[in-house]
């Protein structure tokens, strides 16, 4: 959980007070409701979307409130090819989420391009926005997706920075 | 151009729906002028998901491009896989063996039925039914998981070779089958209880979007969307491929055309679907899978570990030159894809690559048609239009 | 011997009789592939050729399957059978009436490169042409609207000709993000 529970056992307190500082308490309850943007555009939306639905169901940890508004959400699943079309799109919808925000690069192509070495495709979205997390595979499976979404959950936890603000002070 | 401000100030008003928009599945773009709430003019964009894939099939190998066909109708990449091969088998000029045709029928119409299942999920969403994506995805996991123990992967199956299919169906696939078409009219029913007669479903798609049978064929419409209109046409009737003749169906037709229309001949074909499933697992002859041509198909595994024959034979049909190399000339094959008519028109120049391949998509098509069903009607519609549609981004611009 | 009777015997197909009767100008070359007719049609008259087909009741070829291109640069042999022509426009027809298939090749001259557009016989041919021109820089004269449609409209280039690379020219790393109306 991340949080510090003082006194408990010792009988002073029954465990009713609980220590802590801002930040874990913020990043605590960042970690559990993370709003992701699904910029689905190829192969890997149809697996982003079985994560959403019935049987692997992403809601269990948290993350269930899709929001196609940039401006509310705070993570970014990057899941498909990004043409040189799209890329400024992207782009856009990227600068548009509030800080802080985290993007997962879903799948081969968003990561590298994947067996789609060709004129017309971004080669890894991480060139023109920084990445937090990214999912091998063609497409990942749904485990491999909340898996990642986990992976940000730890990472929110362990108090470190998305990568988007690291560049800014870099 | 005029700026969208600038148009604003008249009477009328510029929206530009997507390419990130939650109904439009992906990049699709619309450019919707408005006048109140009705729509004027719809210019639709596309190639925001251009990947280049026919460049592509200029530099991969004939067997290597089915993985790029997986990747282009996402939701029913089989039938992709079956529509490439079937033209590159067409232009060698070699037929399968009747169980792996058989087999190929069977494989089709389950993805066709996840094809159908995604659309329904999803255009029942974008019109806010939210219980149906789910009852939707629960039936599709279940698809997936025969795709999956049948080709090793839920999505991006590759499964058909040039001459043959990857391998056999697995020891209980019958049975899996079976039981899936046993109790999907089930499923299916709820879903028919949930829309076909709910009040808010019929006045968001009846009479949506419509269009006729004549303008229908000029713009190119083809598979549902086609037969809404009531045009009974259906390649697997028409030009039976890969033992389609030897199982009986109907071809469901709809009268007006409109969304509504498009809604319950998808839904039947789910049914006739299931039916041609349960016909080839009845009559499914036993045999191997994979033409005799050691020009062609792979030796079996253990032959390429266990004898040096076997591993000569490996190494020729994967070496460039040595393997698959049609004649030289030129073919155009078409499929029923879930979509309408999925058609490879392939040039080859002797080599083991194409000289030339063009994707025939039915998602382009019905893209352009969309302004034809949208222009008149009202802002809320387009939603409902495009999603009766079905437009892949990834076939759309491939 | 036999063979050979039987194989002239077989009638010939009703389009090519009647464009040889109508239109036997225009005709280039006609083939049989694969069970699919294909014919050349000289480029002058593509336009009469295929309203022809398509109005001509018994012959009603009124669903255009798809109009593309083909750059025969790199293939010697197709190049010199139509006079060294680099591209051929390639329509695919399909009748419902016949329920056959017609290929209909125009052959097309790198110096005069233009066709006439087909979208006033066919609503569908629109975007159909577009691609043909974005990819191959076609030009279909009197179409309606020939722009770019895949590739965005700042792009250089012609991606399906032969001598364009697979991996670009360099675009996919140095586009211009402020550029881009989006």
Not at chain 1, 71 to 85: A, H
Not at chain 2, 33 to 54: I, N, Q, R
Not at chain 2, 356 to 375: C, D, G, N, W, Y
Request: overall charge negative.
């Amino acid at each position: 959980m991340g949080l510090d529970f003082v006194g408990q056992g010792a009988g002073q307190t029954d465990g009713n007070i609980i220590t802590t500082t801002i930040d874990k308490v913020v990043n605590w309850g960042r970690k559990n409701s993370l709003w992701p943007m699904p910029f689905g555009t190829a192969c890997c939306a149809i697996e982003m979307m079985a994560t959403l639905a019935s049987k692997f169901d992403l809601s269990r940890f948290g993350s269930e409130a899709i929001r196609f508004s940039p401006r509310q959400s705070d993570l970014l699943i990057v899941s498909g090819r990004i043409s040189i079309k799209m890329m400024p799109v992207l782009k856009r919808i990227y600068d548009q989420m509030p800080d802080p925000k985290w993007v997962i690069s879903m799948g081969a192509c968003a990561s590298c391009g994947g067996v789609f070495d060709t004129y017309t495709l971004i080669q890894g979205v991480d060139q023109f926005i920084p990445v937090d997390v990214y999912i091998p595979g063609c497409p990942p499976r749904p485990e491999d997706l909340i898996d990642a979404v986990l992976q940000v959950q730890q990472k929110i936890t362990s108090g470190a920075s998305p990568k988007g603000v690291e560049a800014v002070y870099e | 151009m005029q700026s969208g401000l600038e148009r604003a100030t008249g009477e009328k008003m510029v929206l530009n729906f997507g390419p990130q928009h939650p109904a439009t599945h992906g990049t699709l773009r619309i450019v919707l002028e408005l006048d109140g709430e009705s729509v004027l003019k719809a210019t639709p964009h596309a190639g925001y998901l251009h990947t280049g894939f026919e460049k592509l099939g200029e530099h991969l190998d004939y067997n290597q491009y089915i993985v790029v066909t997986d990747r282009m109708n996402y939701l029913s990449p089989l039938s992709n896989n079956f529509g490439y091969v079937l033209a590159v088998e067409q232009l060698l000029g070699i037929e399968v063996t009747k169980r792996c045709q058989y087999i190929r029928i069977l494989m089709a119409e389950l993805s066709r039925l996840a094809d159908h299942l995604l659309w329904l999920g999803t255009a029942a969403l974008d019109l806010g039914a939210f219980s149906v994506f789910l009852y939707s995805f629960r039936e599709r996991e279940k698809l997936y998981s025969i795709f999956e123990k049948t080709t090793g992967a839920r999505l991006t199956t590759s499964y058909t070779r040039v001459g043959g299919v990857l391998r056999d169906l697995y020891d209980g696939c019958e049975e899996d089958v079976r039981q899936f078409v046993t109790n999907f009219p089930k499923a299916l029913k709820e879903t028919h209880t949930l829309l076909t007669k709910n009040r808010i479903w019929m006045d968001r798609t009846k009479g949506v979007g419509p269009i006729s049978a004549d303008d229908a064929i000029s713009y190119g419409l083809t598979g549902p969307c086609l037969r809404a209109t009531g045009v009974a046409h259906d390649i697997r009737k028409a030009e039976p491929y890969s033992s389609y003749d030897e199982v009986t169906f109907d071809v469901p037709v709809g009268t007006n055309g409109d969304a509504y229309d498009r809604y319950l001949v998808r839904m039947e074909e789910m049914i006739q679907s299931c039916g041609i499933v349960t016909q080839v697992l009845d009559n499914i002859p036993d045999g191997p899978v994979n033409v005799e041509d050691n020009k062609i198909t792979m030796p079996d595994k253990s032959d390429a570990y266990g004898h040096i024959e076997g591993l000569i034979h490996h190494f020729k049909v994967v070496m460039d030159g040595h393997g698959v190399q049609p004649p030289k000339g030129d073919h155009y094959c078409a499929t029923e894809s879930p979509n309408g008519e999925l058609g490879f028109y392939i040039v080859s120049d002797g080599s083991g690559t194409a000289y030339r391949i063009r994707i025939r998509p039915p998602s382009f098509l019905h893209f352009q048609a969309l302004p034809h069903m949208l222009e008149g009607g009202m802002v809320s519609d387009t939603v409902a239009v495009l999603g009766s549609l079905n437009v892949i981004a990834g076939e759309l611009d491939r | 011997m036999s063979e050979e009777n039987q194989v002239e015997e077989q009638p010939k197909p009703l389009v090519l009789e009647k464009l040889e009767a109508n239109h036997a100008d225009a005709l280039l070359a006609q083939d049989e592939s694969r069970g699919t007719i294909v014919v050349v049609i000289h480029k002058e008259q593509a336009y009469a050729v295929l309203e022809y087909l398509k109005t001509d009741p018994e012959l009603a070829y009124t669903f255009l399957v798809d109009v593309t291109a083909v750059d025969n640069s790199q293939m010697e042999s197709e190049l010199m059978q139509f006079d060294y022509a680099r591209f051929m426009v390639v329509y695919q027809l399909y009748s419902y009436q016949g329920q056959c298939r017609l290929r209909v090749k125009v052959p097309v001259h790198e110096n005069d490169l233009s066709v006439a557009s087909v979208t006033e016989l066919w609503q569908g041919a629109n975007w159909l042409e577009r691609e043909t021109y974005d990819m191959f820089g076609i030009n279909f004269e009197g179409h309606p609207d020939l722009r770019r449609i895949l590739m965005p409209d700042d792009f250089e280039g012609y991606p399906l000709r032969k001598d364009y690379p697979l991996r670009g020219r360099g675009e996919r790393e140095s586009f211009n993000f402020d550029k881009q109306n989006v």
